[in-house]
């Protein structure tokens, strides 16, 4: 586990290095991105806020400026006009798009040196670990 703080800090010192004159934030980014993965999937703030593990507060702020930006569609619902429901717009599809393509370079050099089997395994072990980090984020054990 410190090892993974360690990486953690290291990861996100580089990613604050990586989005500095980018047009957006890591965490804007990090909402923005979760949309990309089934654009056609509508999400509500409390939703998003569940999943992104994010106070609400916090959330709503983000997607405020995602929504003032162009780069989210809101629609509020027929039944509850309290609720609204939030997709990436086809101009949130494209920023995404070339702010993951300016990371590639960064990204091709940080496992530059890695063989394709030690990437693959990495991945298994990371996605073993998300997988299970998913499944119980709720189940803390403590002394």
Same mark, same amino acid.
């Given at each position: 586990m410190v090892s993974l703080g360690i990486v953690r800090q290291l990861? =996100? +010192?580089?990613? =604050? %290095? !990586? @989005? /500095?004159? !980018? *047009? !957006?934030? $890591?965490s804007q980014f990090g909402v923005l991105n979760? @949309? +990309?993965?089934? $654009? %056609?999937? *509508?999400?509500?703030? +409390?939703?998003? =806020?569940?999943?992104?593990?994010?106070?609400? $507060?916090? #959330?709503?702020? #983000?997607?405020t400026v995602l #929504?003032?930006?162009?780069?989210?569609? *809101?629609? @509020?619902? %027929? /039944?509850? &006009?309290?609720?609204?429901? !939030? &997709?990436i717009s086809a101009q949130g599809m494209n920023l995404c798009n070339d702010i993951i393509s300016s990371l590639g370079p960064d990204i091709s050099y940080l496992f530059s040196s890695w063989k394709d089997d030690e990437l693959a395994q990495m991945q298994q072990h990371m996605m073993k670990l998300q997988q299970w980090l998913d499944e119980h984020r709720d189940d803390i054990r403590r002394k």
């Open positions: 990861v =996100a +010192t580089r990613e =604050a %290095k !990586l @989005f /500095d004159g !980018l *047009s !957006l934030n $890591p979760h @949309f +990309t993965h089934n $654009p %056609k999937r *509508s999400w509500t703030v +409390t939703e998003l =806020a569940g999943v992104m593990e994010m106070n609400q $507060p916090g #959330i709503t702020k #983000i997607v #929504i003032e930006r162009g780069l989210l569609r *809101s629609e @509020f619902d %027929k /039944d509850d &006009k309290r609720r609204r429901y !939030l &997709k």
